[in-house]
């Protein structure tokens, strides 16, 4: 059973480029969140997908937007990079509430990304 | 403001017992989860405690107390493996992801 794929795993980009991450969920998984990681620092909620909607969101600027298709996977954008965007971006995935197991995340490996 | 705190770092060894702690301040609360993160590896689930009281999960244990905005992560039997991050997260309404702290780094020692 495979679990969260993430690609890529390592990006190197430069300030004002642009970026996309792309995510699997776990088999079994409908909703999709991206979260973001600095070394360190513990995950910070970007946003969440269910339904190809997004309906939840961090506090995160309009740069950053996102995408899922239906078959559940999902992409992030990053518009405008800045240096500060250097992180390692992790998608997690769960069943939607309401059911077992909706409050478990299964995260990806990540997607490591360096802004110069 | 909204908040998770817990220790930046424990050190311990190997056989021992660890408690790793975590307070809230939050504007909701439905939950109060454990993760574990090993350097450049993906945060696993470990506990979720909904409700007041432990949650055991084989060497792993987990408290919950809503009236003090605290819980704890209790690590029994530790091994080396053990050695990694551990984050606390709270979810704050039916709907929403997880809040996650800044994550403790415990380091077993032989």
């Known amino acids: 059973d495979a679990g969260v794929t993430q690609s890529p795993t390592h990006l190197i980009k430069t300030r004002g480029q642009q970026v996309t991450l792309r995510c699997s969920p776990k088999s079994g998984h409908d909703t999709v969140s991206w979260y973001q990681q600095a070394l360190g620092q513990g995950p910070q909620f970007i946003f969440q997908?269910?339904?190809?909607?997004?309906?939840q969101r961090g506090n995160f600027p309009d740069r950053f937007s996102g995408h899922q298709f239906p078959n559940y996977s999902s992409e992030l954008n990053v518009n405008a990079l800045l240096l500060g965007d250097s992180a390692l971006y992790l998608c997690a995935s769960r069943m939607a509430r309401g059911y077992s197991g909706a409050n478990v995340l299964t995260f990806g490996a990540g997607s490591r990304l360096t802004v110069l | 403001g909204q908040s998770l705190e817990q220790p930046s770092e424990v050190t311990a060894v190997e056989g021992a017992i660890v408690q790793i702690n975590c307070t809230y301040q939050t504007s909701g609360f439905y939950g109060l989860s454990w993760y574990q993160q090993h350097d450049g590896g993906a945060p696993t689930f470990l506990s979720y405690n909904g409700l007041d009281g432990l949650e055991e999960t084989g060497r792993f244990s987990s408290f919950l107390s809503r009236s003090d905005s605290y819980g704890y992560l209790l690590l029994q039997e530790l091994q080396m493996k053990d050695s990694a991050s551990y984050f606390c997260a709270v979810r704050e309404n039916n709907n929403n992801d997880m809040r996650f702290g800044a994550g403790t780094r415990l380091t077993v020692k032989p």
């Open positions: 997908y269910y339904e190809e909607e997004e309906r």
